[in-house]
Protein backbone atom coordinates (compact mmCIF):
# COMPACT_ATOMS: atom_id res chain seq x y z
CA UNK A 1 0.00 0.00 0.00
CA UNK A 2 0.87 3.11 -0.72
CA UNK A 3 1.06 6.03 1.31
CA UNK A 4 1.55 9.97 0.39
CA UNK A 5 1.85 12.55 3.00
CA UNK A 6 1.70 16.66 1.92
CA UNK A 7 3.48 18.87 4.26
CA UNK A 8 4.10 22.63 3.87
CA UNK A 9 1.27 24.37 3.28
CA UNK A 10 0.35 27.53 5.59
CA UNK A 11 -0.49 31.03 5.12
CA UNK A 12 1.43 33.63 2.46
CA UNK A 13 1.20 37.30 1.17
CA UNK A 14 0.15 37.53 -2.40
CA UNK A 15 3.60 37.86 -4.49
CA UNK A 16 5.12 35.30 -1.94
CA UNK A 17 6.44 32.03 -2.44
CA UNK A 18 5.75 28.28 -0.92
CA UNK A 19 6.76 24.81 -1.07
CA UNK A 20 4.93 21.92 -0.91
CA UNK A 21 6.88 18.57 -0.51
CA UNK A 22 4.89 14.87 -0.37
CA UNK A 23 6.82 12.18 1.05
CA UNK A 24 5.66 8.69 -0.30
CA UNK A 25 5.77 5.09 1.30
CA UNK A 26 6.88 2.21 -0.59
CA UNK A 27 10.08 1.03 -2.40
CA UNK A 28 9.09 1.60 -6.28
CA UNK A 29 8.86 5.64 -5.51
CA UNK A 30 10.00 6.14 -9.42
CA UNK A 31 7.93 4.10 -10.63
CA UNK A 32 4.84 6.15 -9.94
CA UNK A 33 4.52 9.38 -12.32
CA UNK A 34 3.80 11.74 -9.40
CA UNK A 35 1.22 15.12 -9.46
CA UNK A 36 -0.10 17.80 -7.69
CA UNK A 37 -4.02 18.84 -7.67
CA UNK A 38 -5.73 21.35 -6.18
CA UNK A 39 -9.16 22.25 -4.59
CA UNK A 40 -11.70 25.00 -3.34
CA UNK A 41 -14.77 24.17 -1.41
CA UNK A 42 -17.67 23.37 -4.03
CA UNK A 43 -15.39 22.92 -7.03
CA UNK A 44 -13.36 20.02 -8.65
CA UNK A 45 -10.25 18.54 -8.08
CA UNK A 46 -8.25 19.95 -10.71
CA UNK A 47 -4.68 19.34 -12.26
CA UNK A 48 -1.79 21.80 -11.24
CA UNK A 49 1.53 19.77 -12.21
CA UNK A 50 2.80 16.35 -12.77
CA UNK A 51 6.40 14.60 -13.24
CA UNK A 52 7.43 11.64 -14.59
CA UNK A 53 8.92 8.73 -12.77
CA UNK A 54 13.12 9.73 -13.95
CA UNK A 55 12.10 13.63 -13.25
CA UNK A 56 12.92 15.07 -16.41
CA UNK A 57 9.29 15.55 -17.66
CA UNK A 58 7.24 18.17 -16.08
CA UNK A 59 3.97 19.40 -17.14
CA UNK A 60 1.71 22.26 -15.71
CA UNK A 61 -2.03 23.64 -15.97
CA UNK A 62 -1.91 27.18 -17.50
CA UNK A 63 -2.78 28.46 -14.60
CA UNK A 64 0.68 28.23 -12.93
CA UNK A 65 3.05 27.41 -15.66
CA UNK A 66 5.93 29.88 -15.48
CA UNK A 67 5.15 30.29 -11.47
CA UNK A 68 5.20 27.12 -10.28
CA UNK A 69 7.85 24.46 -10.48
CA UNK A 70 7.39 20.39 -9.88
CA UNK A 71 10.50 18.34 -8.99
CA UNK A 72 10.93 15.15 -7.08
CA UNK A 73 13.79 13.41 -5.13
CA UNK A 74 13.90 9.96 -5.72
CA UNK A 75 16.59 8.85 -2.62
CA UNK A 76 13.99 10.67 -0.77
CA UNK A 77 10.75 9.30 -2.31
CA UNK A 78 9.65 12.65 -1.90
CA UNK A 79 7.94 15.31 -4.64
CA UNK A 80 7.91 19.01 -4.33
CA UNK A 81 6.40 21.98 -5.43
CA UNK A 82 7.23 25.02 -5.60
CA UNK A 83 5.02 28.01 -5.82
CA UNK A 84 6.09 31.17 -6.66
CA UNK A 85 4.24 34.47 -7.54
CA UNK A 86 1.22 33.27 -5.59
CA UNK A 87 -2.16 34.95 -5.88
CA UNK A 88 -5.69 35.32 -4.14
CA UNK A 89 -6.76 32.83 -6.76
CA UNK A 90 -3.91 29.98 -5.67
CA UNK A 91 -5.81 30.13 -2.36
CA UNK A 92 -6.89 25.54 -2.15
CA UNK A 93 -6.32 22.53 -0.79
CA UNK A 94 -3.61 20.88 -2.42
CA UNK A 95 -3.13 17.41 -2.92
CA UNK A 96 -0.32 15.14 -4.05
CA UNK A 97 -1.16 12.37 -6.44
CA UNK A 98 0.69 9.40 -8.02
CA UNK A 99 -0.29 6.78 -10.60
CA UNK A 100 1.76 3.83 -11.33
CA UNK A 101 3.46 3.21 -14.67
CA UNK A 102 3.89 5.11 -17.83
CA UNK A 103 0.10 6.26 -17.47
CA UNK A 104 -1.51 10.11 -17.75
CA UNK A 105 -1.97 11.97 -15.36
CA UNK A 106 -3.88 14.85 -15.88
CA UNK A 107 -7.70 14.25 -14.19
CA UNK A 108 -8.49 13.05 -10.92
CA UNK A 109 -9.80 10.01 -12.09
CA UNK A 110 -6.90 9.11 -13.67
CA UNK A 111 -5.09 8.93 -10.08
CA UNK A 112 -3.85 5.66 -7.85
CA UNK A 113 -3.11 7.30 -4.74
CA UNK A 114 -3.78 10.19 -3.14
CA UNK A 115 -2.50 11.90 -0.09
CA UNK A 116 -4.71 14.10 2.37
CA UNK A 117 -4.14 17.14 1.56
CA UNK A 118 -2.43 20.24 2.63
CA UNK A 119 -4.31 23.86 2.81
CA UNK A 120 -2.79 26.75 0.97
CA UNK A 121 -4.42 30.14 1.74
CA UNK A 122 -3.24 33.45 -0.03
CA UNK A 123 -4.01 37.03 1.25
CA UNK A 124 -4.20 39.78 -0.83
Known amino acids: QVQLEESGGGLVQAGGSLTLSCLVS????????MGWFRQTPGQNRDFVAR????????YYADSVRGRFAVSRDNDKNTVYLQMNNLKPEDTAVYYC?????????????????WGKGTLVTVSS
Open 51 to 58: ISGGGSLQ
Open 26 to 33: GRTFSSYV
Open 97 to 113: AAVYGFRDLSRASDVDY
